[in-house]
Nanobody, 122 residues
Framework: QVQLVESGGGLVQAGSSLRLSCAAS????????MGWFRQAPGKEREFVAA????????EYADSVKGRFTISRDNTNNTASLQMNSLKPEDTAIYYC???????????????WGQGTQVTVSS
């Protein structure tokens, strides 16, 4: 059974940085794209960033481009999301997910973690 576990969330002030991690319990981690999504209170889940199987291709939501960086380590079955210059509007639960392709659409992701809360105060 595939498990994804996010960590690294917390409460920070605007302008700060956080690094989220996602640990995957799947032997074929290298065969999947990885994505990060987020869901703010009262809003739908939205795409944040994605990375290809080998890490050579990435995609970002316009709202985080230039501030967030997605990466992965296929040796250790982990993915990370470095978040800099955080804004109050980044407040949300952040989820990592295994995907069949690099995509902005949640339907292309087949396994999801439980999420980690990120709260950015002004």
């Amino acid at each position: 059974q595939v498990q994804l576990v996010e960590s690294g969330g917390g409460l920070v002030q605007a302008g700060s940085s956080l690094r989220l991690s996602c640990a995957a319990s799947v032997r074929t981690f290298h065969a999947y794209a990885m994505g990060w999504f987020r869901q703010a209170p009262g809003k739908e889940r939205e795409f944040v960033a994605a990375i290809s199987r080998g890490g050579g291709s990435t995609e970002y939501a316009d709202s985080v481009k230039g501030r967030f960086t997605i990466s992965r380590d296929n040796t250790n079955n982990t993915a990370s999301l470095q978040m800099n210059s955080l804004k109050p509007e980044d407040t949300a639960i952040y989820y990592c997910a295994l995907g069949t392709v690099v995509s902005t659409y949640a339907r292309h992701y087949i396994n999801w973690g439980q999420g980690t809360q990120v709260t950015v105060s002004s």
